[in-house]
């Protein structure tokens, strides 16, 4: 089973920067893809950045140039670095990780089996 610890949200300005952590445990195997979503309230749920074990990453059109996501393999942390932040990226943000084996990169929920509780981002203009 694997279990995701969200971490580093908060309250910012607008142009401001926050990073997300996510910490994994458990077995997500060698070849993976993991990701980032956020949920404003009374929205869909949609993917933000994703990465797999290979390296390749995708973001969505609204994120591009803006946030990074990035990983540390040896202490099995996801992050996204969110930089020029704006009220519409006011959302809770949940970390992901799709079965192992699973290392094709989607920004799409149904790809992923685990979830974290997640953490909340809120700026303000």
């Known amino acids: 089973q694997v279990q995701l610890v969200e971490s580093g949200g908060g309250s910012v300005q607008s142009g401001g920067s926050l990073r997300l952590s996510c910490a994994a445990s458990?077995?997500?195997?060698?070849?993976?893809?993991m990701a980032w979503f956020r949920q404003a309230p009374g929205k869909e749920r949609e993917g933000v950045a994703a990465?797999?074990?290979?390296?390749?990453?995708k973001y969505a059109d609204s994120v591009k140039g803006r946030f990074t996501i990035s990983q540390d393999n040896a202490k099995n942390m996801l992050y996204l670095q969110m930089n020029s932040l704006r009220p519409e990226d006011t959302a809770m943000y949940y970390c992901?990780?799709?079965?192992?084996?699973?290392?094709?990169?989607?920004?799409?929920?149904?790809?992923?089996?685990?979830w974290g509780q997640g953490t909340q981002v809120t700026v303000s203009s």
């Open positions: 992901a990780a799709a079965a192992p084996s699973s290392w094709w990169i989607l920004l799409l929920s149904d790809h992923y089996n685990y």
């Open positions: 458990g077995y997500i195997g060698s070849s993976y893809s």
């Open positions: 990465i797999n074990s290979y390296g390749s990453t």
